[in-house]
């Protein structure tokens, strides 16, 4: 897989808004503000997006002529992966994917209409990426829309939605005419807010019974095999955020491990504590490395290149996360597994991001596939 | 860069590579029809080591070996860039390896920093050109993981010329045909572990200097012992200043582990054991009356590995963009070694279960496949794992080094 520029594709600019956003993040996102927002009723700080909106980054990868930044798959892995670090609970991912999806299924006429509001920050937007059952296959949708007249009539449930509850703009795969169909639905279904186990990221059941749309709700190219792309690309975003919750996870483990002294001596002096948390930082660049090429390969246009980059990055994303807030709650110790102790939060962010888009397993099959070329054992 | 540069700059390289490529088709060398080492490490035969030797002597007449070296020492002066482009194609074309490993990744690379003009005149081309094999004097009997233990001592020459050496070193990879030796040897016993060290560029081809074959638990030969009993070192035979045989002992290191730049060129090992490889073993290999390609347990294995030899693919090209690692510039150098022997270590043993009951068969039985290649392979590959540094040795420089983590004590 010669196919990811040497480079990367990195550039000034990118270091510019990386480290942009971890001095924005670090003031505007310290732990008191996600203990606070934990218990916060909206989950997330208005104020903060309305900063973030006017800092571009609602609109990082949506074109320039609909209001966006227009930058590309490794800004947006860079400033995911800040906003991991700091656990940010915001409604932006969900806003991300939505233009995502739109940007590929949706004609010139689609994304005027919808992608400057979201650029803005005015339309919170989200992806019904999931469905109860639970599958992460593109093709497992059982929501139908169904034709009446000039409109499509949806039905069905989507779970998991990130800030659902919220969303203005919900874009979601239905099944029309036996295939995939993609629609952007700008509200009139019912949301149930979910009990998510990660509490800086809200999630709702959004429930369509019978939704008369319009038949331009109806994205234009939104068939199986984009719907299929979107969710890979999706994976890789979610990975870098991931690589960021690790790395920050990681680092307080690593504080500890140097403050915390037992038999008078520090216990990161001891090789049974040492060598595991070398072995997470390795996975954690390991993952990076996937995460930088994933996003450079979507850059360059090498789409099966970048799928399954894609793949690579949230498998071991999932893994390394995992392990890395399972040895920061056991290095820490009986305070580990308190409430008072700050790593809850990013083990239950690494319960949530390993549940969507697919797991490590779930890659690892498809991946094996690739490798030999066939069709799955 | 100005785009026009780029695309400049990018169809040199194009050509360059193409060129190479080129080269590489036409001159190969012909399967030799005896067994071949699996790397630098194991050449234990004349004619391997006569095979390998014009070999990397040919490569190094077509301008190919040293290119980033200054031309004034039988470099080609050239960019890094095209020494990579070169070790590429090799890696891609599956040529021999060349067998002056020790003088072209260790031993010049030191001498290019700390060398005086008279050392790297005098050993630099001979180096690049095989015609003077080198070999390494650290690890000892009683200092591995240790290595600042050493107790070989080199005491100034009671003629008042030089240096008289007397010790044990052990693992000395291709000890019998080298003529030079990089000698790590204590030159103040009263200085303490460290000050009491100093590096050495020593001739081994002089009385004093005994080498006698280890063999490895593959029952092939490769490493040496080297006892020293009174053994004359010229004047001039310290690289660097005394004293300072531990800060250039652990540059050696860093080039061995691929941390640094700069090491001439060279790949160092023949076979290509990559995943593919392995995934078209299982292919072709019946397990319990099916391919072994459609058991998914061996599948999500051989796809792990899969994503550890990606990564560290892209994290070879991620360490060449400093901005994409600014939180721990020297990770990704660092963690090379270390990452790249266990992967290699867990490919060969896979191979080994993915080839069954076969994995039995061990090399000179006709039924063995492809001469026990893999469970060689497996045995061989504790060489990387503990050579150079352990493993462990590895986990602890990262944990205190990038993680800035307390020593162990």
Same mark, same amino acid.
Request: charged residues 25%; glycine residues 12%.
């Given at each position: 897989m010669?196919?990811?520029p040497?480079?990367?594709?990195?550039s000034?600019?990118?270091?510019?808004?990386r480290?942009?956003?971890?001095?924005?993040?670090?003031?505007?996102?310290p732990?008191?503000?996600?203990r606070?927002?934990?218990?916060?009723?909206v989950?997330?700080?208005?104020g903060?997006?309305?900063?973030?909106?006017?800092?571009g980054?609602?609109?990082?990868?949506i074109?320039?002529?609909?209001?966006?930044?227009?930058?590309?798959?490794l800004?947006q892995?860079l400033?995911?992966?800040?906003m991991?670090?700091?656990?940010?609970?915001?409604?932006?991912?969900?806003?991300?994917?939505?233009?995502?999806?739109?940007?590929?299924?949706?004609?010139?006429?689609?994304q005027?209409?919808?992608?400057?509001?979201?650029a803005s920050?005015?339309?919170?937007a989200?992806l019904?990426?999931l469905?109860?059952?639970?599958?992460w296959?593109?093709?497992?949708?059982?929501?139908t829309a169904?034709?009446?007249g000039d409109?499509?009539?949806?039905?069905?449930?989507?779970?998991h939605v990130?800030?659902?509850?919220?969303a203005?703009?919900?874009v979601?795969?239905?099944v029309?005419?036996?295939?995939?169909?993609?629609?952007?639905?700008?509200?009139?279904?019912?949301?149930e807010?979910?009990?998510?186990?990660?509490?800086t990221?809200r999630t709702?059941?959004?429930?369509f019974?019978?939704?008369?749309?319009?038949?331009?709700?109806?994205?234009?190219?939104?068939?199986?095999?984009?719907?299929?792309?979107?969710?890979?690309q999706?994976?890789?975003w979610?990975?870098?955020e991931?690589?960021?919750a690790?790395?920050?996870?990681?680092?307080l483990?690593?504080?500890?491990?140097?403050?915390?002294k037992?038999?008078?001596?520090q216990?990161?002096?001891?090789?049974a504590?040492?060598?595991?948390?070398?072995?997470?930082?390795?996975g954690?660049e390991?993952?990076?490395n996937?995460v930088?090429?994933a996003?450079?390969?979507f850059?360059?246009?090498e789409t099966?290149?970048?799928?399954?980059g894609?793949?690579?990055?949230k498998a071991?994303?999932s893994?390394?996360l995992a392990r890395?807030?399972r040895?920061?709650?056991?290095?820490?110790?009986g305070?580990?597994?308190?409430?008072d102790?700050?790593m809850?939060f990013?083990?239950k962010?690494?319960?949530f991001c390993?549940a969507?888009l697919?797991?490590?397993?779930h890659?690892r099959?498809?991946l094996?596939?690739?490798?030999?070329?066939d069709?799955?054992a | 860069m100005?785009?026009?540069?780029?695309e400049?700059?990018?169809r040199e390289?194009?050509?360059f590579?193409a060129?190479?490529?080129?080269?590489?088709?036409?001159?190969?060398?012909?399967?030799p029809?005896f067994?071949?080492?699996q790397?630098?490490l194991?050449?234990e035969t004349n004619?391997?080591f006569?095979?390998?030797?014009?070999w990397q002597?040919k490569v190094?007449?077509?301008?190919?070996?040293g290119?980033?070296?200054?031309?004034?020492y039988g470099?080609?002066?050239?960019?890094l860039?095209?020494?990579?482009?070169?070790?590429?194609?090799?890696g891609?074309?599956?040529t021999?390896?060349?067998?002056?490993?020790?003088g072209?990744?260790?031993?010049?690379?030191?001498?290019l920093?700390y060398?005086?003009?008279?050392?790297?005149?005098?050993?630099?081309k001979?180096i690049l050109?095989?015609e003077?094999i080198w070999?390494?004097?650290?690890?000892e009997p009683?200092?591995?993981?240790?290595?600042a233990?050493?107790q070989?001592?080199?005491e100034p020459?009671?003629?008042g010329?030089g240096?008289t050496?007397?010790g044990?070193?052990?693992?000395?990879?291709?000890?019998t045909r080298?003529?030079?030796?990089?000698?790590?040897a204590?030159t103040?016993?009263?200085?303490g572990?460290?000050?009491?060290l100093?590096?050495?560029?020593?001739?081994?081809?002089?009385?004093?200097?005994e080498?006698?074959?280890l063999?490895?638990?593959?029952g092939?030969?490769?490493?040496?012992?080297?006892?020293?009993? &009174? $053994? @004359?070192m010229?004047? +001039?035979?310290?690289?660097?200043?005394?004293?300072?045989? *531990?800060?250039v002992a652990?540059?050696?290191?860093?080039?061995?582990?691929?941390a640094?730049?700069?090491?001439g060129?060279?790949?160092?090992?023949s076979?290509?054991?990559?995943v593919?490889?392995?995934?078209?073993?299982?292919?072709q290999?019946?397990?319990?009356?099916?391919?072994?390609?459609?058991?998914?347990l061996?599948?999500?294995?051989?796809?792990?590995?899969?994503?550890?030899?990606?990564g560290?693919?892209?994290?070879g090209?991620?360490?060449?963009?400093?901005?994409?690692?600014?939180?721990?510039?020297?990770?990704l150098?660092l963690?090379?070694k270390?990452v790249?022997?266990?992967?290699?270590?867990?490919?060969?043993?896979l191979g080994?279960?993915?080839?069954?009951? &076969? $994995? @039995?068969?061990?090399m +000179?039985?006709?039924?063995?496949p492809?001469?026990?290649? *893999?469970?060689?392979?497996?045995?061989?590959?504790?060489?990387?794992?503990?050579?150079?540094g352990?493993?462990e040795?590895q986990?602890?420089?990262?944990g205190?080094?990038?993680?800035?983590?307390?020593k162990?004590?």
């Amino acid at each position: 897989m010669a196919d990811v520029p040497g480079d990367f594709g990195f550039s000034d600019d990118h270091e510019i808004l990386r480290d942009g956003a971890r001095r924005f993040l670090e003031e505007r996102c310290p732990i008191e503000e996600i203990r606070r927002l934990a218990d916060d009723p909206v989950g997330h700080d208005p104020g903060v997006w309305k900063e973030m909106a006017e800092l571009g980054w609602a609109g990082l990868t949506i074109p320039e002529a609909h209001g966006g930044a227009g930058l590309g798959n490794l800004h947006q892995a860079l400033l995911l992966e800040e906003m991991g670090r700091r656990l940010l609970p915001s409604p932006y991912l969900g806003g991300a994917l939505a233009a995502l999806a739109i940007e590929r299924a949706g004609d010139a006429a689609q994304q005027a209409r919808w992608l400057p509001g979201i650029a803005s920050g005015d339309t919170l937007a989200s992806l019904g990426w999931l469905e109860p059952e639970g599958s992460w296959e593109p093709s497992d949708v059982k929501a139908t829309a169904r034709r009446e007249g000039d409109t499509w009539v949806l039905s069905g449930t989507k779970a998991h939605v990130p800030c659902g509850a919220d969303a203005a703009l919900v874009v979601a795969p239905f099944v029309a005419d036996g295939e995939i169909a993609l629609f952007a639905i700008a509200g009139g279904f019912q949301a149930e807010a979910e009990v998510s186990i990660d509490p800086t990221r809200r999630t709702a059941r959004l429930q369509f019974d019978g939704l008369a749309v319009p038949d331009d709700t109806r994205l234009s190219g939104g068939d199986l095999a984009t719907w299929r792309t979107i969710l890979l690309q999706s994976a890789a975003w979610l990975a870098a955020e991931m690589v960021g919750a690790a790395e920050a996870t990681l680092g307080l483990t690593r504080d500890y491990a140097i403050d915390r002294k037992q038999f008078e001596r520090q216990i990161g002096s001891f090789q049974a504590v040492k060598h595991p948390l070398v072995d997470d930082m390795i996975g954690i660049e390991l993952a990076r490395n996937h995460v930088y090429g994933a996003a450079a390969a979507f850059d360059a246009g090498e789409t099966e290149a970048a799928e399954t980059g894609a793949r690579m990055a949230k498998a071991m994303a999932s893994d390394v996360l995992a392990r890395a807030v399972r040895h920061g709650v056991q290095f820490h110790g009986g305070y580990g597994f308190t409430l008072d102790c700050d790593m809850h939060f990013y083990f239950k962010r690494a319960l949530f991001c390993r549940a969507m888009l697919g797991d490590a397993v779930h890659h690892r099959r498809h991946l094996a596939a690739t490798l030999f070329g066939d069709t799955g054992a | 860069m100005s785009q026009a540069v780029e695309e400049t700059e990018s169809r040199e390289i194009a050509e360059f590579r193409a060129e190479v490529r080129a080269w590489l088709a036409e001159n190969r060398p012909p399967k030799p029809d005896f067994v071949m080492p699996q790397n630098f490490l194991f050449v234990e035969t004349n004619e391997q080591f006569e095979y390998l030797r014009d070999w990397q002597a040919k490569v190094y007449e077509a301008g190919y070996l040293g290119l980033d070296w200054p031309a004034e020492y039988g470099g080609g002066g050239d960019t890094l860039k095209r020494q990579r482009i070169v070790t590429q194609e090799t890696g891609r074309a599956g040529t021999p390896f060349f067998v002056n490993t020790i003088g072209l990744q260790w031993a010049g690379p030191v001498i290019l920093k700390y060398g005086t003009e008279e050392q790297k005149k005098k050993f630099l081309k001979p180096i690049l050109s095989a015609e003077e094999i080198w070999c390494q004097g650290f690890s000892e009997p009683g200092a591995g993981s240790d290595l600042a233990s050493v107790q070989t001592r080199a005491e100034p020459a009671a003629s008042g010329n030089g240096w008289t050496v007397n010790g044990h070193k052990v693992w000395t990879t291709i000890g019998t045909r080298a003529k030079w030796m990089i000698l790590l040897a204590r030159t103040d016993p009263d200085a303490g572990k460290y000050p009491g060290l100093s590096f050495f560029l020593m001739p081994m081809q002089v009385p004093g200097v005994e080498v006698l074959p280890l063999i490895k638990m593959t029952g092939e030969g490769g490493f040496n012992q080297v006892i020293f009993t &009174d $053994a @004359a070192m010229p004047r +001039g035979a310290m690289l660097g200043a005394p004293g300072q045989g *531990w800060e250039v002992a652990m540059a050696t290191l860093t080039f061995e582990r691929g941390a640094a730049e700069g090491t001439g060129g060279g790949q160092a090992t023949s076979s290509a054991d990559t995943v593919q490889r392995a995934a078209k073993l299982a292919s072709q290999t019946q397990r319990d009356g099916r391919p072994a390609s459609e058991d998914p347990l061996l599948r999500d294995r051989l796809v792990q590995l899969w994503m550890q030899e990606e990564g560290l693919r892209l994290g070879g090209m991620r360490r060449r963009v400093p901005g994409l690692s600014p939180d721990r510039p020297m990770v990704l150098a660092l963690m090379n070694k270390l990452v790249y022997s266990e992967y290699a270590q867990n490919l060969a043993e896979l191979g080994c279960e993915i080839l069954g009951p &076969d $994995a @039995a068969l061990w090399m +000179g039985d006709p039924n063995a496949p492809a001469d026990a290649e *893999w469970p060689r392979a497996y045995m061989n590959s504790f060489g990387m794992t503990i050579g150079g540094g352990t493993s462990e040795i590895q986990r602890n420089i990262l944990g205190e080094r990038v993680l800035g983590l307390p020593k162990s004590k």
